[in-house]
């Protein structure tokens, strides 16, 4: 079955990190492009970052630059999104989504998507 699951979802007080994790079964998640996005509830979901086939990132939303990066483990079959100084603002659930021939910017180009994990930051 092609998948994708995120995990690693919480609370966490402001000025706190958290490491999502994005896994695939079902296909090699090394060939596709993979996008984080975000929804807070009310909102459009929106991008966050991109990571490429050779490892180059994207970022997309300028309020998280500097406090995110993505990664990829090809054994694993796992892409990762550490978060860093998290703030109130930063609290939606986070999706991962994969795509074939490019990052984008829209979630709609995207062809794979996991079921999110909440991220709540709160005191």
């Known amino acids: 079955q092609v998948q994708l699951v995120e995990s690693g979802g919480g609370l966490v007080q402001p000025g706190g990190s958290l490491r999502l994790s994005c896994a695939a079964s079902g296909f090699t998640l090394n060939y596709y492009y993979i996008g984080w996005f975000r929804q807070a509830p009310g909102k459009e979901r929106e991008g966050v970052l991109c990571?490429?086939?050779?490892?180059?990132?994207?970022y997309y939303a300028d309020s998280m630059k500097g406090r995110v990066t993505i990664s990829r483990d090809n054994a694993k079959n796992t892409v990762y999104l550490q978060m860093n100084s998290l703030k109130p603002e930063d609290t939606a659930v986070y999706y991962c989504?994969?795509?074939?021939?490019?990052?984008?910017?829209?979630?709609?180009?995207?062809?794979?998507w996991g079921q999110g994990t909440q991220v709540t930051v709160s005191s």
């Open positions: 989504a994969a795509r074939l021939w490019a990052c984008a910017t829209s979630h709609a180009a995207y062809t794979y």
């Open positions: 990571i490429r086939r050779n490892n180059s990132s994207t």
